[in-house]
Every structure is written in structure tokens, then in C-alpha cells.
């Protein structure tokens, strides 16, 4: 049965891409197809059928969204929660617009980085490195609390658990946040799988980041450029062996926007083929969806142009590009159109956007959209 699916899957493929050679996939068509690949924030806490967020939903069948509390440069303003009612809400417009169902992601870890806070009614969840100090059986109770409140109020793919290891004392947006569950990788393998397997009993998506490792870099990505060239160790692989070792189906790895000469000589990881396809799917044998880090972050967006990253990113292996819209603003219709021009002018092939649309769809497929 497995090799039917795949021979099937192979055969889509390649009557996609005859049409398409072939001029029978017109531009709405593809540009949908390009929009399933794109999760993307916007600004309102309400929306309305003029809201561009909507008409991009509508217009692009867009594969998600991400949720901010408050915007990166004024954490006093509300950017899309104000509480758990209007949360619900938001979810639930969202939801009723999307004719397939939506990604609706939020960066849940516990501890600094949570969206949802306990101001607004939402659950108190430890960091990683506290909740590592407890047991198996602790965390579990935790993540079991964690993820049903994220089902009740429409939430269903959380980028977490992190998974580097804290290598690096001097590193602030892993180590010294404490996001890390500790520097053995068999111990943050246990302690992530114990996030997911509390996520998925919800249908809810999770996510391994950020690969190949962030924990032993020393600068941050959301600043600038990061090498981890003579600090990265290969032992900072094993968490995603292991994990990839259990049949997680509503899982995403995210990759890092980390240099490493001894991966790859010339692209940080999320623009990397090395990285994203000889490394992540052919050698450690992952078959799900790759998804960016924020493409607005400055080790991308400060050395690369956009039309340059989302080629290098798609062509390299990456499934669904993330553009929070929090470090800058880039409209959906000129992401969209960037990458529709380089599939026509064949800098990205059509094999690249079916498979995509492939791997999203099986992973949509295990999330389930709640009737409120």
C-alpha cells in the first residue's frame, strides 16, 4: 500500500508538471498553489471582509497565519490577542473564510516566549529549561493542560518544542531564555517528545526548531548574520534522530537561519540544499514538511534580496516560508508574485510547488478544525 501511495504520488507530480510545461495550470491555479506554501501575520485583532489578511485567504487559498500578542518594536500595543474571547473569535473568522483548513500558529513554548499570557486568562506553562528540573510524568501533565487550551480557543500548529541544546552559555535568544531543555540530547529528545505527543493528542501541529541547531551560536538571528562554523557539534542532530525515530505525523522542522562552512560553504541553513535536502531528507531520512524561521529576520533579509531568498529557500528544500510581518511588512501579493515570475522564468521548478502542496496537505490532513 505504501508504494502505491508513493508511485501514485509520483505519477500526480509528473502529470502536474506536463501541464504546467504544457501551459494547462493557469496563473490563479498556481499562484493558489504558491499561497498553500505561505503562513504568514497581519496586524488586526478583528477582522472584517475588508481586511487584507481575508482577501488573501480568499484570493490565495493561504496555507496559515501566525498569532502575536503585542508588536516586536511596542509591547504595549495589542497586534491579535487582547484575550481569550476575542482570540476565539479571531479563530473561528478565520477558519469559516479558508475554504481548506487554515494553519493557525503561535509560538507557545512557556516561560519569556509565550504569546498567550496569564493576564488574559491563559495557562501558566514553565520554560523548557524548568519544566527539564521535573519529571517525565510532570511535563506531561503540563503539555496535556497546554495543548487543550490552545485546541479550545482554535489554535492548531504551535512552533515548539525547541530542540537545541544549550551549548553556549553567552547565548541569549536560546540559553539565557531558557528555552532550551538542557545540553544532553537524548534528555531534550524525551522532553520534546513528551510536547509533542501532548500536542498531537489535541490534532494540533508541532514543531522541532531550529535546525540544524541555534544553542551553541553566540549572536542572534533576528539581528543579523550568525555563524556557528567553530562552535556547532554534530551531537545537536540527535534530538531530530531520535524524535524522527516515532511516528509524530503532525510535526514541522523549522529550520535555522544559521551559517555553518561545515554544512554548507556559501548559505545559512534555511537557504541550504546541503542543509534542507541532503542532510535533513536524505541522510536523516525526513519525509514531512520543512518550514522557514521568519523570513523578515535580519540574518536573511539583511544579506539577501527577496526574490533571492524565497528562490534559494524553495529550491533548497523548504515547504512553507514564514513571514511574521513583525520585523518588517512584505505584502502576500508581491511574495506571491516573486515567486510566479521565478517559476515561469524556470529559476524554481514546478516539481518543487507540487511536492510542497503535497507534503502541506497530508500535514493538514491531521489537524482537525473545531466547531464552535
Same mark, same amino acid.
Given at each position: ?75 504595549? %500595543?495589542? *497586534?491579535? =490577542? /487582547?484575550? !481569550? &474571547? ?12 479558508? $475554504? ?100 498531537? %493528542?489535541? *490534532?494540533? =501541529? /508541532?514543531? !522541532? &526548531? ?12 533576528? $539581528? ?149
Amino acid at each position: 500500500m505504501k508504494k502505491l501511495s508513493i508511485i501514485i504520488m509520483f505519477i500526480l507530480v509528473f502529470l502536474q508538471s506536463f501541464a504546467f510545461a504544457n501551459n494547462s495550470i493557469d496563473e490563479n491555479t498556481l499562484k493558489k498553489m504558491i499561497g498553500k506554501m505561505l503562513i504568514v501575520g497581519f496586524n488586526e485583532s478583528k477582522i472584517n471582509e475588508k481586511s487584507k489578511i481575508v482577501k488573501d485567504i480568499k484570493k490565495y487559498n493561504l496555507g496559515g497565519v501566525i498569532l502575536f500578542d503585542r508588536y516586536y518594536n511596542n509591547k504595549d %500595543k495589542i *497586534k491579535n =490577542i /487582547s484575550s !481569550l &474571547k476575542q482570540l476565539k473569535e479571531l479563530t473561528t473568522t478565520l477558519q469559516n473564510i479558508s $475554504k481548506e483548513p487554515l494553519i493557525i500558529s503561535i509560538d507557545q513554548e512557556g516561560g519569556k516566549v509565550a504569546r498567550l499570557k496569564e493576564n488574559i486568562g491563559f495557562i501558566k506553562t514553565l520554560s523548557a529549561k524548568d519544566i527539564a528540573s521535573n519529571s517525565l510524568e510532570n511535563a506531561t501533565i503540563t503539555y496535556d493542560k497546554l495543548a487543550k487550551n490552545l485546541r479550545d480557543i482554535g489554535i492548531n500548529c504551535n512552533f515548539a518544542p525547541v530542540v537545541d541544546l544549550s551549548i553556549e552559555p553567552k547565548n541569549y535568544v536560546i540559553n539565557q531564555l531558557h528555552r532550551s531543555y538542557g545540553k544532553n540530547p537524548i534528555k531534550v529528545s524525551k522532553y520534546a517528545q513528551t510536547f509533542i505527543s501532548s500536542l498531537e %493528542k489535541q *490534532k494540533i =501541529i /508541532s514543531t !522541532l &526548531k531550529h535546525f540544524p541547531g541555534h544553542g551553541s551560536s553566540t549572536t542572534d538571528s533576528h $539581528k543579523g548574520f550568525v555563524d556557528v562554523s567553530n562552535t556547532w557539534k554534530e551531537k545537536e542532530l540527535i534530538p531530530y534522530k531520535q524524535i524522527l525515530k516515532n511516528s509524530n505525523k503532525s510535526m514541522m522542522i523549522m529550520t535555522a537561519h544559521v551559517f555553518n562552512k561545515n554544512l554548507d560553504s556559501k548559505y545559512p541553513a534555511t537557504l541550504s540544499k546541503k542543509v534542507n535536502t541532503q542532510l535533513l531528507r536524505n541522510k536523516l531520512n525526513y519525509k514531512g514538511v520543512i518550514i522557514s524561521d521568519d523570513m523578515q529576520m535580519k540574518a536573511i533579509s539583511s544579506h539577501y534580496s527577496l526574490e533571492k531568498s524565497v528562490v534559494l529557500a524553495i529550491n533548497s528544500g523548504v515547504d512553507i516560508l514564514l513571514f511574521g510581518n513583525q520585523l518588517d511588512y512584505i505584502s502576500t501579493d508581491k511574495i506571491i508574485n516573486t515567486i510566479y515570475k521565478n517559476i515561469k522564468n524556470h529559476n524554481i521548478s514546478i516539481q518543487k510547488i507540487v511536492l510542497a502542496n503535497k507534503r502541506i496537505d497530508t500535514l493538514k490532513s491531521t489537524i482537525k478544525t473545531p466547531s464552535f
